[in-house]
C-alpha cells in the first residue's frame, strides 16, 4: 500500500505526532520513504503520482523532502545497512 505525495502531507501535516517516517535504500542505491501511523501500526510508501516508488538517487534529496513536508514530525530515522540516525528532538 503507498501515498502519493499530497495525501503524505495530508496526514503529517494534520497528525504529526501520530507518525514514524523511515528514509531507507533500496537495493539499487535508491532512496525511498515510509511513513508508519503510530496508532494503526499500518506503513505506507511514498509513491509517485502514477502509482510507482518514489525514489531519490541522493539521500539528501530525500531529507530535505521530508523536513519540507513535515518539519513538526518528531519520529524520523534514516536508515543506512545496519546504521540508523534518528532525528533527536530537543
Same mark, same amino acid.
Request: hydrophobic share 45%.
Given at each position: 500500500?503507498?501515498?502519493?505525495?499530497?495525501?503524505?502531507?495530508?496526514?503529517?501535516? &494534520?497528525?504529526?505526532?501520530?507518525?514514524?517516517? &523511515?528514509?531507507? #535504500? &533500496?537495493?539499487?542505491?535508491? !532512496?525511498? $520513504?515510509?511513513?508508519?501511523?503510530?496508532?494503526?501500526?499500518?506503513?505506507?510508501?511514498?509513491? &509517485?503520482?502514477?502509482?510507482?516508488?518514489?525514489? !531519490?538517487?541522493?539521500?539528501?534529496?530525500?531529507?530535505?523532502? $521530508?523536513?519540507?513536508?513535515?518539519?513538526?514530525?518528531? #519520529? $524520523?530515522?534514516?536508515?543506512?545497512?545496519? !546504521?540508523?540516525?534518528?532525528?533527536?528532538?530537543?
Amino acid at each position: 500500500m503507498g501515498l502519493k505525495k499530497s495525501e503524505f502531507a495530508a496526514i503529517v501535516g &494534520t497528525s504529526p505526532d501520530n507518525c514514524a517516517i &523511515t528514509i531507507k #535504500r &533500496t537495493g539499487d542505491g535508491f !532512496w525511498f $520513504v515510509t511513513l508508519k501511523m503510530l496508532s494503526s501500526a499500518i506503513e505506507n510508501e511514498l509513491l &509517485t503520482e502514477r502509482g510507482a516508488l518514489k525514489s !531519490w538517487r541522493d539521500p539528501a534529496a530525500a531529507v530535505q523532502f $521530508v523536513q519540507e513536508v513535515c518539519p513538526d514530525c518528531q #519520529r $524520523v530515522m534514516l536508515e543506512i545497512n545496519s !546504521w540508523a540516525f534518528k532525528r533527536q528532538v530537543a
